[in-house]
C-alpha cells in the first residue's frame, strides 16, 4: 500500500531559497529565545542531556520538557508524534543516543545502528511536521574518519574510512546529519548540528569497564587510593595526545549555537588544545592525590596518535569555552566521590602515603 504524501508548508521555500540554504557555508545570526518557549531535551538524564537542562535552568527558561523514557520511547513513531501533536515544543535539543563502549559497539553493532537511526529519524521529522522553530542534533567527533588529518576540519566528515569498532554507530549520527541537512533544502526546516570533542563532566559514566578515559581514570586512581595500593596500571605508551572539553562547557556552546548558528554544515565543539594520555594520567593522578606508581602496559593499543578538532569556525562566531581542565577534573572528582557516598575525597586525603 503506498503511504500518504506528508502535509507540505503552505510557504515552500523558493528555488533561489532553496539554492542558498544548500550553498551557504556557515551562517552566524542572532536569534532570541523567548523564556517561556516550550524547550524539548531529548535525553535529559545523559551526560549531555542533563548538563543542558542545568544550562537553561540557569538562564531563566521556564518550559523545559523532559519526558522520562517511560513517557517517551524514541525508537516508537507513534510516541514520538502523539509527543510533538501535543506538546508542541518549539525548540529541540537531540542529545539522546544509544552510546556504548568498544566491547558494546563490537557486540551489538545493530542495536547501535537501529536505535540511532530511529531516534534520529522520528524526533527530526516530528520537529519539522510539528512546527519545531530550530533543532540542535548531536553528532561526535567519534563519526570523522579514523585517519582524518589533525587538527580535524568540519570538511573531513565522510571523507575516509571509519573506525571499525563504532561503524554502525558512526553511520546512524552521520545519517542523522544528513537528515538535518535533507529537511533544511527541502523543507527549509531549521536545523543544525554539532561535533562535540571527548567529553566528561557531572552524570557520566563511571562503569569500570564501559566508561571512557577521564571517568576510568578517575575510578580507578580513586579505588587504587582507598586501598592503599601501590602502583596503578593505565594501557598503551601514554604518547598519543587528546582533546577534552568539559559538558558544562558544551551546554553552554548547544545555547549559544542555538541562538546564533545557522547552516546546514557540521560545527565542530571543541577547545582547540590536547595533551598526551600521559600528561592526562598524571593530571589525574594529582587530582585524585594518589601517592602510588603509573605502570604502563605498552602490549595493550595506544589508538590514533592524535585526535583534536579544528574549532577556527567555532572561534570565528565569538564562542570559547570557560572551564580549564584542571578546575574540570577536580569538579568531577568531587561529584564522583559524593554520588559514591564517600567522604574520601580530594581534601580529606592529601597527605596520604601507601602503605601508611
Known sequence: MA??????????PSLVAMHELHSVRYVASTAAIPLDAPIYVAGHRGLVGSALTRKLQAEGFQNILTPSRHELDLTNAQEVEHFFATRQPKYVFLAAAKVGGI????????DFAR?????ATHVIHASWKYGVRKLLFLGSS????????????????????????NSAYAVAKIAGIELCKAYRRQHGFASISLMPTNLYGPGDNFHPEHSHVIPGLLRRFHEAKVARKPSVCTWGSGQPR??????????DACLFAMRRYDSPEPLNIGCGEDLTI?????????????KGNIAWDPSKPDGTPRKVLDVSRLQSLGWKPRIKLRAGLEATYDWY?????????????KSETVGK
Do not use: W
Not at 566491547?103 to 545493530?110: E, F, I, K, V, W
Not at 536505535?115 to 531516534?119: K, S
Not at 587528546?242 to 551546554?251: G, K, S
Not at 566521590?337 to 586525603?349: I, L, V
Open 3 to 12: 503511504m500518504p504524501a506528508q502535509p507540505v508548508p503552505s510557504h515552500p
Open 103 to 110: 566491547l558494546a559497539n563490537h557486540h551489538c553493532p545493530a
Open 115 to 119: 536505535d540511532n537511526l530511529l531516534i
Open 142 to 165: 567519534c563519526i570523522y574518519p579514523k585517519f582524518a588529518e589533525q587538527p580535524i576540519r568540519e570538511e573531513a566528515l565522510m571523507t575516509g574510512a571509519l573506525e571499525p569498532t
Open 242 to 251: 587528546r582533546e577534552f572539553l568539559h559538558v558544562d562547557d558544551l551546554a
Open 278 to 290: 600521559a600528561e592526562l594520567v598524571e593530571t589525574i593522578r594529582d587530582v585524585v592525590g594518589f
Open 337 to 349: 566521590c559524593a554520588q559514591a557516598g564517600t567522604t574520601d575525597n580530594r581534601e580529606a586525603t
